[in-house]
């Protein structure tokens, strides 16, 4: 069965680094979205991408993130300049048109 | 504001009992809502869908009913299992390939 792969599982990282999550959504989906999680919290949307470009993003997702799909598998989310409360679990999600699959997520902690 | 939102913080059952999970959604305008299953350390799993056209659908030992006119959403599992213990989470959409808005979450917990 098809599945949404991220990696790496965990990273660490120290405050004011840049990290970037990688995703391979399903090979024929069409929509690209990142969530996030804190600890214990629900999850809440970050951004979607679409054709190629952002198709809407939320307030969290402010300069300091951004997402690219370099080559036609991967979608990354880049973070610059960590801080201690962009510690959460990081989901990628990918659809064809109704039903969002998930990866199992990175869990980045920073410290 | 848009909101989903979930009655109960947890859930406690029966074995073979019939669980109900609920949950309420503020956003009339929402075209399609899902229902996942997380299980601790992993990513939000599909259960069931239902667009709003429909007010009930049925999957393999899940029910999801949809109440537009009070916006309420359950999820009904029979015969609930210690395998079906895990946060419950529904998700409302407003267009196609939009976000998913979730709710707070339920915890299920299921006694052997």
């Known amino acids: 069965e098809p599945e949404v792969t991220q990696t790496p599982s965990h990273q660490v990282t120290q405050m004011g680094q840049e990290v970037i999550l990688h995703c391979v959504p399903i090979s024929n989906h069409l929509y690209f979205y990142w969530y996030r999680q804190i600890l214990g919290q629900k999850v809440e949307f970050l951004v979607s991408?679409?054709?190629?470009?952002?198709?809407?993003k939320s307030e969290i997702f402010d300069d300091q993130f951004s997402v690219e799909r370099p080559d036609g598998s991967n979608f990354t989310l880049k973070i610059r300049s960590t801080k201690l409360e962009d510690s959460a679990m990081y989901f990628c999600?990918?659809?064809?048109?109704?039903?969002?699959?998930f990866g199992q997520g990175t869990r980045l902690t920073v410290v | 504001g848009e909101s989903v939102g979930l009655h109960l913080p947890t859930l406690s059952v029966q074995e073979g009992d019939n669980s109900i999970i609920n949950c309420a959604y503020s956003n009339s305008a929402s075209d399609y809502f899902i229902w996942y299953k997380q299980e601790s350390g992993k990513g939000p799993q599909f259960i069931i869908d239902i667009r709003s056209n429909m007010d009930k659908r049925q999957g393999q030992r899940v029910t999801v009913l949809l109440n537009k006119t009070v916006k309420h959403l359950s999820l009904q599992i029979a015969a609930t299992q210690p395998g079906d213990s895990a946060v419950y989470f529904c998700?409302?959409?407003?267009?196609?390939?939009?976000?998913?808005?979730f709710g707070q979450g339920t915890e299920l917990s299921v006694k052997p």
């Open positions: 999600a990918s659809s064809w048109d109704t039903e969002a699959f």
């Open positions: 998700a409302e959409r407003h267009n196609q390939g939009g976000k998913l808005i």
């Open positions: 991408f679409y054709n190629n470009e952002i198709s809407e």
